[in-house]
């Protein structure tokens, strides 16, 4: 498919060409350093034909990256639009043409920028537009988490779905970490009862913990059957251990399997 042009509802231009360049490293780069990727059954929203705002919390660093790998494995026909700090933005130029908007942070001009970009997205049902809710690092276990002003506005008088979304990144049984998404119930903002900022800040806040709560139940009991795996990273203890565990099973006459488990797994 072509690259985007510019529109006229104020979002910049995305290229197609570059965001495919970026995935095959974002692919990369995750097998790398985690087990794999896995969503919670039962919590994959339907959007098609609708604008769609997902809000999440921010755990990490990683969340940016899982954000696109989901939306590849999910909505592949989605452009993806999400704020960053220009500051950080401006030591990386070429994630402008990928859908990432530099915003001021903490300032006037910045939450006028976000919404008008928010907004735009809001008015299109080609876009995913993605916000961590607190702005700044928060661990998983933090509840409530603490949402910006700006979120509780897109609500307010916006359009399309609102979507919370949960991020955890727990160690289980193999060496490397299980990055684990968890979506919750979808406010249809065409239908949502007219209420102030304020109403729209505590509905959102105890709709982003409660999917937290469903995520972390999930992550403790640890049963990667409750899971859609979206993608799969490295397995294994490390070069050495994982050669003499291969040749024993050669020795055996059986398959080499490198999860500590002993359950290879594949993305479905």
Not at 89 to 110: D, M, N
Not at 113 to 129: E, G, M, N, V
Not at 148 to 164: K, N, W, Y
Not at 211 to 234: K, N
């Amino acid at each position: 498919m072509a690259d985007s042009a510019e529109h006229p509802e104020g979002l910049p231009p995305f290229s197609r060409t570059r965001f495919g360049w970026f995935m095959a490293y974002v692919r990369w780069f995750f097998r790398r350093h985690f087990h794999a990727l896995r969503l919670l059954e039962g919590t994959h929203p339907a959007i098609e034909g609708r604008s769609v705002v997902i809000y999440t919390n921010h755990p990490g660093w990683w969340d940016p990256l899982v954000f696109l790998l989901l939306a590849e494995q999910l909505y592949p026909e989605r452009l993806n639009y999400g704020p960053i700090d220009s500051a950080a933005l401006g030591k990386y130029r070429f994630l402008e043409s990928i859908g990432f908007l530099g915003i001021e942070p903490g300032t006037w001009q910045g939450s006028k920028k976000f919404l008008r970009y928010a907004r735009a997205s809001q008015r299109r049902d080609d876009t995913i537009f993605w916000i961590t809710a607190a702005g700044t690092f928060v661990d998983p276990r933090v509840r409530p988490v603490p949402i910006r002003p700006g979120v509780a506005h897109l609500a307010s008088g916006g359009e399309g779905l609102l979507v919370p979304m949960a991020m955890e990144y727990p160690f289980w049984n193999e060496r490397l970490p299980e990055a684990l998404v968890a979506f919750g119930d979808p406010i249809d903002l065409s239908t949502a009862a007219s209420r102030s900022t304020d109403a729209w800040q505590e509905q959102l806040t105890t709709g982003l913990a409660a999917t937290q709560e469903l995520l972390a139940h999930a992550a403790i009991a640890r049963d990667p059957t409750a899971f859609r795996t979206l993608a799969v990273g490295r397995e294994g203890v490390g070069m050495i251990y994982d050669t003499i565990r291969w040749a024993s099973a050669r020795l055996r006459g059986r398959a080499f399997d490198p999860s500590h488990t002993g359950r290879h797994e594949e993305a479905r």
